[in-house]
């Protein structure tokens, strides 16, 4: 049976007297044997504080952002050694309000991910299309630009070290979530594109679920044969919210 992994994006949210709450409710609502893989993506200043806090669970710790440089003159930078350095062992790369807002492009978000493996960090590769992009029928064509970007740069054995998060943009903190059917179509495009490179690596690369991801819809969108999990923004911000995905998961 697939193990499926529930990773919470807080954004730019919390505080460290909130976050030691909300980490310590996640825990005590997860049995320490759960079949489900979990991880939070903090802000950096919360790093390294998240990582002691997660000590004693099985909660791991993950970046939302990666430099690609590893030091230097790069104000306001994070390099993946300092991620690494703060105990943490994933990172987003490649959200779409990093592609959006900072004008990241997808050979970017390659080498960003490149970055983060060659400091042993999972990079979680986020890709999708916009509503633009969808209504014009695109989609197919934006995510398999999105994934050759990486492939070109890694290749299939390095994307193969990687966790892909499919999130349509019109369904990031919108409320309005991709229907399971609608995503899993994506998620076996994703697959089967992958597939055609290297069967084996088709078949096994975890393919996460975000956008409006719900206790009430994660089940359903967990049950499809290609979702492997989601990546979670606004449910992940309360225990309440996001320990009945986490559950989901385990039952998926
Ligand atoms: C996200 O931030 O990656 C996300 C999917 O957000 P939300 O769950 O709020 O749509």
């Not at 044997?33 to 998240?50: H, N």
């Not at 990486?150 to 994307?159: E, N």
Request: hydrophobic share 45%; net charge negative.
């Amino acid at each position: 049976m697939r193990r499926v992994m529930v990773a919470g994006n807080w954004k730019m949210h919390g505080s460290f007297a909130g976050n030691r709450q909300l980490v310590e409710e996640i825990s005590a609502g997860l049995s320490a044997d759960a079949a489900v893989d979990v991880a939070v993506f903090v802000p950096a200043p919360y790093l390294a504080a998240t990582v002691e806090l997660t000590a004693n669970s099985a909660i791991a710790v993950g970046a939302q952002d990666v430099s690609v440089h590893e030091q230097g003159a790069f104000t306001g930078e994070t390099s993946g050694a300092m991620i690494t350095d703060c105990g943490a062992t994933m990172t987003l790369v490649g959200h779409s309000e990093r592609r959006t807002l900072h004008g990241e492009s997808s050979e970017a978000v390659a080498r960003k991910a490149e970055a983060a493996l060659g400091c042993g960090l999972t990079p979680v590769v986020c890709i999708g299309e916009t509503l633009e992009q969808r209504e014009a029928g695109t989609t197919e064509a934006v995510v398999a630009e999105q994934i050759d970007a990486v492939i070109d740069q890694l290749g299939i054995a390095g994307l193969a070290r990687c966790v892909l998060a499919y999130e349509p943009v019109w369904a990031i903190g919108t409320g309005v979530t991709a229907s399971p059917q609608q995503a899993q179509d994506v998620h076996a495009f994703i697959r089967s594109k992958i597939a055609a490179v290297d069967a084996t690596i088709g078949g096994q690369l975890r393919i996460l679920y975000g956008g409006s991801v719900k206790g009430s819809n994660a089940s359903e969108l967990f049950a499809m044969a290609d979702i492997d999990g989601g990546l979670i923004g606004g449910a992940s911000l309360s225990a309440e919210n996001f320990l009945p995905i986490c559950r989901a998961g385990e039952q998926a």
